[in-house]
T-cell receptor
Framework: EAQVTQNPRYLITVTGKKLTVTCSQN?????MSWYRQDPGLGLRQIYY???????DKGDVPEGYKVSRKEKRNFPLILESPSPNQTSLYFC???????????FGPGTRLTVT | EDKVVQSPLSLVVHEGDTVTLNCSYE??????LLWYKQEKKAPTFLFML????IEKKSGRLSSILDKKELFSILNITATQTGDSAIYLC????????????FGQGTELSVKP
């Protein structure tokens, strides 16, 4: 089954404790992105990647890092999480031609 | 700055009604306009419209793109309670790889 998977689905952590949210897709898509969704602000892109070893900042990259060492994986790293990073996070992927982005199930992160 | 604006922000109708959701966009080097449905989980893809494909239909849902006036509408006929969701519109640009610029969403509630 074609899908985008994310782990963990739920995470509660404390300020400053490094964490990684994994994202993997099995559709051989070139493009992958991370979004955060907040009430009243909608979905905003954090980082995106157009292919292996090619990443770029989206609209709200501060406090986040990403890497794309393999085509299927695109982890999101929070080196020192803060409470303002409490949000619902989505990973998405698409192929280069169609750009119909498919979303993972989401990760609800709470930073206390 | 690229932006996508949706209206109305929320809408309450009764089963059987027809609804029209609006999306206007300003996207540099416009590539495509996408519609998603979001229930209490990840957004699911509905339609993609490009400058070369300006009308799409799937069952009770249809969408058009007016590339001159820079807007799109999503029509849902004979609404059902299962249509209750947030409908998201997003624009993509040739300049920015897989990046999607999302509108705020329209929250549709269909009452029995």
């Amino acid at each position: 089954e074609a899908q985008v998977t994310q782990n963990p689905r739920y995470l509660i952590t404390v300020t400053g404790k490094k964490l990684t949210v994994t994202c993997s897709q099995n559709m051989n898509h070139e493009y992958m992105s991370w979004y955060r969704q907040d009430p009243g602000l909608g979905l905003r892109q954090i980082y995106y990647s157009m292919n292996v070893e090619v990443t770029d900042k989206g609209d709200v990259p501060e406090g986040y890092k990403v890497s794309r060492k393999e085509k299927r994986n695109f982890p999101l790293i929070l080196e020192s999480p803060s409470p303002n990073q409490t949000s619902l996070y989505f990973c998405a992927s698409s192929d280069r031609v169609l750009n119909e982005q498919y979303f993972g199930p989401g990760t609800r992160l709470t930073v206390t | 700055e690229d932006k996508v604006v949706q209206s109305p922000l929320s809408l309450v109708v009764h089963e059987g009604d027809t609804v029209t959701l609006n999306c206007s966009y300003e996207v540099t080097n416009f590539r495509s306009l996408l519609w998603y449905k979001q229930e209490k989980k990840a957004p699911t893809f509905l339609f993609m419209l490009t400058s070369s494909g300006i009308e799409k239909k799937s069952g009770r849902l249809s969408s058009i793109l007016d590339k001159k006036e820079l807007f799109s509408i999503l029509n849902i006929t004979a609404t059902q309670t299962g249509d209750s969701a947030i409908y998201l519109c997003a624009g993509s640009s040739w300049n920015q790889g897989g990046k999607l610029i999302f509108g705020q969403g329209t929250e549709l509630s269909v009452k029995p």
